[in-house]
């Protein structure tokens, strides 16, 4: 697809990243929530993003931080209210992405009916590998996502096992929320999410095509 931009750089001028939440059942079962009739996302800021090199930071408030590994799909033009027939015309290309959360300040969003913004849309939240090409991709529903720490397997999961596939996913969210080029959807992350510590190495990937590697940090308590 033609750009003004480059999509391989997506993470330094794609505007908007949408978060599903509960798209692979285990997932839902293990954080005790029901399956969703529908989709069920969120937004974070483009400050979220974070490449190798850099530490994800622990934010200052927060004492139980997961990983949430997931396969991310890059917009390459835009949709508005696009038939699940016509979302993937919409596809620029894929990357690896962790959708990082302060769990216990979800847990206590959640019960005071508050939203997830502190817990997801923090600086850092979401770290991302390198642009994949849709080309090179024949089926993103046929891959397996992992993720370790410290060198110890915590997640993996196969995109097949999605509730909702990344047809549904732009057609429901593009009736919503126009995706823009240059957009990120973060498709929803398999069982196995758990805690890191600083210092945690974290290591993803997908099978046969990438890994990427980021190092945790703690963020110092602002002044």
């Not at 978060?19 to 969703?36: D, I, M, S, T």
């Not at 126009?178 to 069982?191: V, Y």
């Amino acid at each position: 697809m033609a750009s003004s931009r480059p999509l391989s750089r997506f993470w330094e001028w794609g505007k908007n990243i949408l978060c599903v939440g509960r798209n692979y059942a285990e997932h839902a079962k293990e954080l005790g929530n029901a399956l969703p009739a529908e989709p069920l996302f969120f937004l974070k800021p483009s400050s979220a993003y974070v490449r190798e090199g850099s530490p994800i930071l622990r934010p200052y408030y927060c004492s139980d931080l997961h990983h949430e590994v997931e396969l991310g799909v890059v917009i390459g033009r835009r949709a508005q209210a696009v038939s699940q027939e016509a979302a993937m015309e919409h596809v620029a290309g894929y990357a690896l992405c962790l959708d990082m959360t302060a769990r216990d300040v979800q847990k206590e969003c959640k019960k005071q009916g508050l939203p997830w913004t502190l817990a997801k849309a923090f600086s850092t939240s979401c770290p991302v590998s390198e642009f994949v090409p849709k080309e090179e991709i024949p089926d993103p529903h046929k891959l397996k996502i992992w993720l370790k720490v410290n060198g110890q397997l915590r997640q993996e999961g196969e995109t097949s096992s999605m509730i909702f596939s990344i047809p549904q996913l732009i057609s429901y969210i593009s009736k919503i929320v126009t995706l823009e080029e240059g957009d990120l959807i973060l498709t929803g992350s398999p069982s196995g999410v758990g805690s890191v510590q600083e210092n945690d190495e974290i290591e993803a990937g997908i099978n046969g095509i990438l890994s990427m590697r980021f190092r945790v940090a703690q963020q110092a308590h602002p002044s």
